[in-house]
């Protein structure tokens, strides 16, 4: 997979009169980046139930309220433990499947979106080089428009992640099931409510592509016009490494805050729960975490968030890099 060339190589744009193969066509990118975000997924999914778990069990009006007998978690290792012996392992992946199906929307759109942006509308450099600015852009753009498109399964995933901790608490089940969890979002809050969330949801997309795919592409770059690397594995993981941790960093608030508007009751109209600890806006929800348990909360699950990221990141990245050499396309 090496090349003798030291310039970053990025798709090329074919000539005029020269068709575009089915190889550089934007839907065989997105079905490639799908497959890779699939099976990233698959690997770190428990790290992200650990994280959503981390950074609801910080609403400690929800948890006095609850009258809870169980202590709850503090820490990422106790909480995977807490899972697996209260819950049982196989629920460390409890949502997976609303977490592939997004991937699918979310993935795709993104990394297809990103590469079309940076080919077509932003374009690279005569010497193959890309502006960290023009990155930067693409990146939030590719990553705002994926996520909102998504929204309905990230929205699903984090209720269905929910469920293990309800059952501990007492309370009745809310969903068992994808089709089960969409029908009652659409029944309380119309197609409306699938959108739940969607604003810190498109912030946190926009923030992680930032870090992910701007500081992907730049260090991939880096690395190739600065040293004597060949674009091979060595230059993938280092940085995917550089991406997962930059990623990491700049999401974790927004994740924080996206995860707590999403996991609110809603009555049978749609409106927040009356009693409960509720947040009308994102803004709301900030101020609330702040006041009430300092600013630090906005950081609640990033070593978890960070452990998966990295993984993540670097398995996806790897993933897609081989797929796409192994497809017949230009590297990433």
Same mark, same amino acid.
């Given at each position: ?11 090329p ?7 575009? !193969?089915y190889v550089?066509? #934007? ?14 997924? !698959? ?6 139930? +650990? ?12 948890? *006095? ?6 202590? =709850? ?17 196989t629920?460390?992946? &409890? ?19 990103y ?14 080089? #890309?502006?960290? $600015? ?9 990553? *705002?428009?994926?996520? #909102?498109?998504?929204? =309905? ?16 608490e007492?309370?009745p089940?809310?969903? &068992? ?17 699938? $959108? ?13 592509? @930032?870090?992910?795919? +701007? !500081? ?10 600065? +040293? ?5 594995? @060595? ?17 974790? =608030? ?19 729960v009356?009693?409960?600890? +509720? ?9 609330? !975490?702040?006041r009430?348990?300092?600013? #630090? ?8 968030t ?5 993984? $993540? ?5 790897l ?6 050499? @192994? ?6």
């Amino acid at each position: 997979m090496t090349t003798t060339n030291p310039i970053h190589v990025i798709s090329p744009k074919p000539s005029v009169g020269h068709d575009v !193969t089915y190889v550089d066509s #934007f839907w065989f990118k997105y079905i490639l980046s799908s497959l890779s975000a699939s099976v990233a997924e !698959t690997v770190t999914y428990p790290l992200d139930l +650990t994280k959503t778990r981390l950074q609801i069990q910080g609403e400690r009006a929800k948890i *006095a309220e609850s009258g809870l007998k169980h202590t =709850p978690y503090r820490g990422m290792v106790a909480t995977m433990l807490g899972i697996i012996r209260e819950e049982g392992f196989t629920n460390l992946w &409890k949502g997976l499947s609303p977490a592939i199906y997004r991937h699918l929307v979310y993935s795709g759109i993104r990394m297809a979106t990103y590469e079309y942006m940076r080919d077509n509308v932003l374009q690279k450099k005569s010497d193959g080089s #890309f502006p960290l $600015w023009k990155s930067a852009l693409g990146g939030m753009t590719a990553g *705002a428009v994926g996520q #909102f498109c998504a929204n =309905p399964t990230d929205l699903i995933k984090v209720q269905m992640q929910m469920e293990g901790r309800r059952r501990l608490e007492g309370k009745p089940p809310r969903v &068992k099931g994808v089709i089960e969890a969409a029908s009652q979002i659409l029944r309380e809050g119309g197609v409306r409510g699938l $959108w739940k969330g969607w604003a810190p949801n498109v912030q946190r997309g926009a923030l992680v592509n @930032l870090g992910d795919l +701007t !500081t992907y592409d730049t260090a991939k770059h880096f690395f190739l016009s600065h +040293t004597s690397l060949k674009d091979g594995h @060595l230059v993938h993981i280092m940085s995917s490494v550089c991406a997962g941790f930059v990623g990491a960093t700049m999401a974790t =608030p927004a994740d924080v805050i996206k995860s707590r508007i999403m996991n609110q009751p809603t009555d049978s109209k749609g409106r927040y729960v009356v009693g409960g600890l +509720t947040y009308k806006s994102s803004i709301e929800c900030l101020m609330a !975490t702040i006041r009430n348990e300092g600013a #630090f909360a906005l950081y609640k699950g990033f070593i978890p968030t960070w452990i998966r990221m990295a993984p $993540w990141s670097l398995t996806f990245w790897l993933s897609y890099e081989q797929i796409r050499n @192994l497809a017949g396309t230009a590297s990433f």
